[in-house]
């Protein structure tokens, strides 16, 4: 189990490094020079190659991905081109929320899919199973902004209940920061929790097939006793795989959701960077996600192993 | 046979239809959306109703009427007009982006299935290197580069799309390659291309197939926010997204807006999602695990 | 009124288990026609027939286990317990099931949880129906039930998962949680079909003497003959999903009634051969389920079918058994 902890760690070094290096050449096709753009058009040519020596930017481009690696990895982003902030604390900053709003994302998926997805599952022959498993169906379908949009027309445009947007830390106001948030993560929670109810579905539905449930139900166990001793064990393997992919779509659903609501995230950086055309900026907040999105995936990995005790382990 | 088996044959003789299920809802359901949607498309080649980028100040904000059946915008563009030729862009990123991807993906699968070990682990590689970069966001670094557009957005997601026909063709060749008539085959000496051809392919065709469903709902999906970012399709030409992005601003006024685009998404993503299982139920039940 | 199609056993207080009139079907279906047995305490009795005879489902159905969508209907009666099996509601069965009936099932590659220490899976029966006062007792009480069915190291084996575990070493843990809590019946479900001809004889001893210890009946479901011949005192021959013969091993295997079960012990003489020269089979194949023809469910496969077998054969008891047929084997020998 050791060694196969070792090698996906390897592995994940090795894919963000190739992720970086992907990034920083894209990065680098981009047209037109940082430096001339921040001057404006009546730049001379002085001030212009005094500002790209500011910048870094007239080094070789090996030199300059180094560079940037490098603070990466001590979690210095660099300074913006365009805007001359130091990116490292805006991403901090914005990480914050945006892990608030996935995070409570993350929550409504699995309140809502864990007992629709039994539910659906235990009674799939039935018409309740079979309605609940097309509503699910419909929920899928859904795009994240549309159900915030919905949201949004009918609790802060019709009813007046709720913010339509904005963002105050918790720290400051805490209901303030609850009633912006719970929008928000409906809108991104709602929808992926359709989509966790019917993976929820599927693995209970296999485990019902299963042997071992029978022998369970033969011990003594009721159905729904056999279920959640036996049952709920073996399907949460496959479920929190799908939970981790969850995980990073929820990350990049909040981009959005974040334009939708005027959230002050790291998506909404995101979008202002590439509108901006800050790539410094862009650089990285995509290394950020990117780094999400295989953390996610490598820690997933190494539950499956400690969850399933057949991954692994020697065979007597 | 188990009992278990015999007892499903037997239930299944009765209540379904005779040998797999030929039709059902899924399929029938998700065939009449898709095809819904490929009508309007197709039709809005032929007529719209109005031209759905005539600007009408007059007509601003009309409800429906049998001028305009979903009435128009805060452009007076026409609703439905827009719908139709929407539905266009819809159609073609979708086919595009899963091109793509299955044309790039699927032989880079049955490559890693079938070749030496260290192409298959080149392959994997890749995947987990491409894995990284979610559809979305990587159509967002392109459109920062490339500026923003249809063809950005259709490249972009389908290239983000190449891991999962990769790895569905990756483990779909690794297991045909591990039956017995291949194994026959091999031992008689047949080149692997033959192989390949003769029952690799076949095989993961079905595979294939609803992968395409699937990832077809995925990119109108991706599309749509896209465009709702205003990274997808430029305006004037209309896009169910950039529609569904303009309504915003108009709830109070004119909520319809955003529930006819927002309809429209959501109809072509059900019509693909359940194509997808009806396919996946019709070609073969037991593909379940493959998602 | 006409006859009776199948012994009527009375609901005598020492039957162990009675069954009377079990039809088990699916909503269009018939899988399962007018069962009706009885077991008595300690008694050993086997259930012969053909995949797709209906044989498992009966056990399945005494068991309230049956698949979805797969009803039961009729009597089953287990000794000490008031009301009928069938149709009970799943959380009294569920008091029963492991407690006063257990069963043990064909394929044990897949039986056990994955997830769980074999050890704790058999606690896990002991604690359900409260006959270990606490963890600690039962995982030792486990372990002592592992030495019981031979398994080497049983303190070792108690931590080991499933999956590291052979097909014979699982079965005999399926078989110590079966009796783990002194069960009145045991329904063996094709337990040795699955397993090395070596490993077979084993558990079948096993099985033999689990039930001698406790007094228990026990109903063996099997296709093959020679197993039924070593392990049961009974047996009851099933085709079509019915039961076509029963009777005690030796007169049924010595001198079988109906056309079906001598076919049966034809095919598994493997030294006799046919006037053609090759080995005996019953001519035809086994109908799919509910496909068996009206009248004898045997009679398109019957040497000796005639337009009487058109009909459903009465039951004719005989002895400590019975038949149903038109034209029994050695009729002419009265």
């Known amino acids: ?316 | ?291 | 009124m006409t006859a009776p199609l199948t012994p009527e056993p009375a609901v005598s207080r020492t039957n162990a288990l009675t069954v009377r009139r079990l039809h088990v079907g699916t909503r269009r279906l018939e899988l399962v026609h007018d069962v009706s047995f009885s077991l008595q305490p300690g008694e050993r009795v086997g259930l012969i027939g053909e995949s797709g005879s209906g044989k498992s489902l009966t056990a399945l159905a005494l068991m309230g286990l049956l698949p979805d969508g797969v009803w039961a209907r009729g009597l089953v009666q287990l000794a000490g317990v008031d009301h009928n099996l069938i149709g009970a509601s799943d959380r009294r069965l569920a008091r029963i099931r492991g407690n006063r009936m257990a069963m043990v099932f064909q394929e044990p590659m897949t039986a056990l949880s994955p997830l769980m220490r074999v050890g704790d899976q058999i606690a896990e029966t002991m604690l359900l129906h409260g006959s270990q006062p606490n963890r600690r007792a039962a995982r030792a009480a486990a372990v002592d039930l592992l030495a019981k069915v031979r398994l080497p190291d049983p303190a070792r084996a108690a931590r080991a998962y499933p999956h590291q575990l052979s097909g014979g070493q699982r079965q005999r843990v399926l078989l110590a949680i079966a009796l783990a809590n002194d069960p009145d019946v045991l329904i063996c479900d094709e337990p040795t079909t699955a397993l090395d001809v070596t490993v077979q004889a084993q558990i079948l001893d096993l099985i033999v003497r689990g039930v001698a210890e406790r007094d228990a009946a026990l109903l063996f479901i099997t296709h093959d003959l020679a197993v039924v011949a070593t392990v049961c005192e009974r047996v009851m021959v099933m085709y079509g999903g019915r039961i076509v013969e029963s009777g005690p091993v030796e007169t049924v295997f010595t001198r079988p009634r109906h056309p079906y079960t001598r076919g049966l012990l034809q095919a598994s003489d493997l030294e006799s051969l046919a006037d053609d020269g090759r080995l005996r089979t019953i001519p035809g194949t086994v109908p799919a389920a509910g496909r068996f023809p009206d009248g004898c469910v045997f009679r398109d496969r019957c040497p000796r079918a005639d337009g009487l077998c058109a009909q459903l054969p009465p039951w004719r008891p005989v002895a400590d058994g019975g038949y149903a047929c038109w034209h029994p084997e050695g009729a002419e020998d009265a």
């Open chain 2, 1 to 291: 046979m188990s009992v278990s088996d015999r007892v499903e044959s037997a239930l299944g003789a009765v209540a379904r239809a005779p040998t797999r299920r030929a039709w059902n809802p899924s399929l029938v359901v998700g065939g009449v959306l898709v095809a819904v949607v490929v009508g309007a498309a197709l039709v809005s080649f032929l007529w719209t109703p109005y031209d759905p980028t005539r600007i009408d100040p007059a007509a601003r904000l009309a409800g429906p009427s049998t001028d305009h059946l979903l009435g128009t915008d805060k452009f007076g563009r026409d609703v439905f007009s827009q719908l139709l030729v929407g539905a266009r862009t819809t159609i073609v990123v979708g086919v595009v982006a899963v091109g793509v991807a299955a044309l790039l993906g699927t032989p880079l699968g049955i490559l890693a299935g079938m070749g030496p070990r260290w192409v298959g682990q080149l392959v994997m590689r890749l995947n987990d290197l491409l894995l990284a970069f979610p559809a979305l966001l990587l159509a967002i670094m392109f459109a920062a580069v490339f500026g923003p557009g249809t063809l950005t957005a259709m490249v972009a997601i389908g290239i983000a799309t190449i891991p999962a026909f990769a790895r569905l063709a990756r483990s779909g060749t690794l297991q045909v390659m591990s039956t017995e008539y291949v194994l026959a085959a091999r031992a008689a000496g047949r080149s692997r291309l033959a192989i390949g051809l003769r029952h690799v392919l076949p095989n993961i065709a079905s595979l294939v197939i609803v992968q395409s469903s699937v990832s077809f709902a995925i990119a109108v999906l991706a599309e749509a926010a896209l465009s709702f970012l205003g990274f997808g399709t430029r305006p004037p030409t209309p896009s169910w997204g950039r529609m569904l992005q303009e309504s915003q601003e108009l709830l109070h006024e004119a909520p319809r807006l955003a529930v006819c685009s927002g309809l429209a998404i959501a109809i072509a993503v059900l019509g693909f999602n359940l194509l997808g299982d009806g396919l996946r139920d019709r070609l073969d039940p037991r593909l379940e695990e493959h998602r």
């Open chain 1, 1 to 316: 189990m050791f060694l196969h902890i070792v090698h996906r760690t390897l592995a994940l070094v090795l894919t963000l490094l190739l992720a970086s290096i992907a990034v920083f050449l894209f990065m680098a096709v981009l047209p037109g020079d940082p430096a001339r753009v921040a001057l404006g058009v009546n730049a001379t040519p002085e001030a212009i190659a005094a500002l790209r020596a500011e910048f870094g930017t007239d080094r070789p481009l090996l030199v300059q991905y180094l560079d940037w690696v490098g603070g990466l990895v001590t979690g210095d982003f660099g300074v913006s081109y365009v805007t001359r902030a130091p990116i490292g604390p805006q991403i901090a900053d914005r990480l914050l929320v945006t892990l608030w709003l996935v995070g409570s994302a993350m929550v409504v998926a699995v309140v809502v899919a864990v007992p629709l997805g039994i539910l659906a599952a235990v009674r799939h022959r039935r018409l309740s199973g079979i309605l609940l498993s097309g509503l699910s169906q419909v929920g899928v379908a859904i795009p994240n902004f549309l159900a915030g949009i919905l949201l949004v027309a009918l609790f802060a445009v019709r009813w007046r209940l709720l913010p339509s947007g904005g963002w105050v830390p918790p720290a400051v106001d805490p209901l303030g920061f609850l009633q912006r948030l719970i929008l928000p993560a409906l809108a991104l929670g709602l929808v992926q929790g359709a989509v966790l109810t019917r993976y929820v579905r599927s693995a209970i539905l296999d485990v019902l097939r299963e042997d071992y449930l029978r022998t369970a139900r033969a011990k003594g166990l009721t159905l729904s006793g056999a279920l959640r001793r036996h049952g709920l064990r073996n399907a949460a393997i496959p479920v929190v795989t799908v939970l981790a992919l969850q995980l990073t779509t929820l990350l990049i659903g909040a981009v959005v959701i974040e334009r939708v609501f005027v959230i002050p995230g790291l998506g909404s950086l995101l979008l202002d960077g590439v509108a901006n055309r800050d790539l410094l900026l862009v650089q990285g907040v995509v290394m950020v996600l990117v780094l999400a999105v295989l953390l996610v995936n490598f820690v997933v990995d190494v539950l499956y192993t400690v969850l399933d005790p057949r991954i692994g382990r020697a065979v007597a």
